[in-house]
Nanobody
Framework: QVQLVESGGGLVQAGGSLRLSCAAS????????MAWFRQAPGKEREFVAA????????YYADSVKGRFTISGDNAKNTVYLQMNSLKPEDTAVYYC???????????????????WGQGTQVTVSS
């Protein structure tokens, strides 16, 4: 079975940086895209960033564009999220996801991803 495991979360002051990792195991080769979502208490899970190996597409939410960078190591089945200039509003549980978005414009949709990790907590203090 497919398993996604996030790591790298923690507590950081505003303006600091963190690097999240998502290690995929099992039969993940059919997933052409991987993404990061986040969810704060009482809020819906929101899109952060996505990457597609087949087409080389990357996509960021406006809230993180210019601050976060998504990258991947295909050989290791691992995706990373480098988070710089962190803000208190970035505080959330960050989830890794894998799937096959059918359209470029759908990369931000939760419904396009069928595999999810358990999440890693990111807390940014002011």
């Amino acid at each position: 079975q497919v398993q996604l495991v996030e790591s790298g979360g923690g507590l950081v002051q505003a303006g600091g940086s963190l690097r999240l990792s998502c290690a995929a195991s099992g039969r993940t080769f059919s997933s052409v895209a991987m993404a990061w979502f986040r969810q704060a208490p009482g809020k819906e899970r929101e899109f952060v960033a996505a990457i597609s190996w087949s087409g080389g597409f990357i996509y960021y939410a406006d809230s993180v564009k210019g601050r976060f960078t998504i990258s991947g190591d295909n050989a290791k089945n691992t995706v990373y999220l480098q988070m710089n200039s962190l803000k208190p509003e970035d505080t959330a549980v960050y989830y890794c996801a894998a799937g096959n978005p059918r359209r470029i414009s759908w990369y931000e949709l939760r419904s396009e991803y069928n595999y999810w990790g358990q999440g890693t907590q990111v807390t940014v203090s002011s």
